[in-house]
């Protein structure tokens, strides 16, 4: 029998505000336990840019609703033709479809200023699990404490490496290394994976300078 894209609920996930990139880790996890056919059409998406400043809508973490993220992770997983968002952070639907996700979330690039412009560094869930890593430095603070309380169980890594998030949040295409995927701008993302819609028809959600 195949699965519906909301076999996944949120009350199936490990959730730990503020550390999303972790939280996307455990979804992919959970996959390749109980649904390995799955595992294989899911891909994990950073959101970020050169100057760690991007806005998405409709976050919970903001009773507006727009955070100003230094990034962002997603998972996205293919079913049929169409590809489905799993946004633990989302005030949308769990999941929604990816181009729901942008016209709500992401919005056109039009009217936003230079340094909030976006990109998407895409990898494979099975990449990912094996080679992501974090020693959680990134939310410390100087007096050692962190900025959110982070995840009770022991940091994440692998043989080869304690922390790599900074790799994985980088917008550069520069490393050797295939298992940090592929980096795209705004309007090849939308190419390759939302080919039926037109940069131009996306909604304007708008952060403007002032």
């Given at each position: 029998?195949s699965?519906?894209?909301?076999?996944?609920?949120?009350?199936?996930c490990?959730?730990?505000?503020?550390?999303?990139?972790?939280?996307?880790?455990?979804?992919?996890?959970?996959?390749?336990?109980?649904?390995?056919?799955?595992?294989?059409k899911?891909?994990?998406?950073?959101?970020?840019?050169?100057?760690?400043?991007?806005?998405?809508?409709?976050?919970?973490?903001?009773?507006?609703?727009?955070?100003?993220?230094?990034?962002?992770?997603?998972?996205?997983?293919?079913?049929?033709?169409?590809?489905?968002?799993?946004?633990?952070d989302?005030?949308?639907?769990?999941?929604?479809?990816?181009?729901?996700?942008?016209?709500?979330a992401?919005?056109?690039?039009?009217?936003?200023k230079?340094?909030?412009?976006?990109?998407f560094?895409?990898?494979?869930?099975?990449?990912?699990?094996?080679?992501?890593?974090?020693?959680?430095?990134?939310?410390?603070?100087?007096?050692?404490?962190?900025?959110?309380?982070?995840?009770?169980?022991p940091c994440?890594?692998?043989p080869h490496?304690?922390?790599?998030l900074?790799?994985?949040?980088?917008?550069?295409?520069?490393?050797?290394?295939?298992?940090?995927?592929?980096?795209?701008?705004?309007?090849?993302?939308?190419?390759?994976?939302?080919?039926?819609?037109?940069?131009?028809?996306?909604?304007?959600?708008?952060?403007?300078?002032?």
């Amino acid at each position: 029998m195949s699965l519906e894209p909301n076999f996944l609920s949120k009350s199936d996930c490990i959730y730990t505000p503020c550390f999303c990139e972790e939280n996307v880790w455990n979804i992919c996890d959970y996959l390749r336990r109980k649904f390995s056919a799955l595992f294989h059409k899911c891909v994990v998406v950073f959101i970020s840019n050169e100057n760690n400043s991007v806005p998405i809508w409709k976050q919970k973490a903001n009773h507006s609703g727009l955070v100003i993220w230094d990034y962002h992770v997603l998972v996205v997983i293919l079913f049929g033709n169409e590809y489905y968002v799993y946004d633990l952070d989302s005030l949308l639907d769990f999941p929604s479809t990816l181009k729901e996700y942008f016209e709500k979330a992401i919005g056109s690039e039009k009217s936003i200023k230079a340094d909030y412009r976006r990109k998407f560094r895409v990898i494979s869930a099975k990449c990912y699990l094996e080679h992501f890593a974090s020693d959680r430095t990134h939310m410390l603070k100087e007096d050692g404490t962190y900025f959110s309380p982070p995840p009770k169980y022991p940091c994440i890594s692998t043989p080869h490496s304690k922390n790599n998030l900074d790799i994985y949040r980088s917008m550069k295409n520069d490393s050797d290394c295939d298992h940090f995927g592929s980096v795209y701008c705004f309007s090849d993302f939308l190419t390759h994976f939302l080919p039926d819609v037109q940069l131009a028809n996306l909604p304007d959600l708008c952060v403007k300078d002032n």
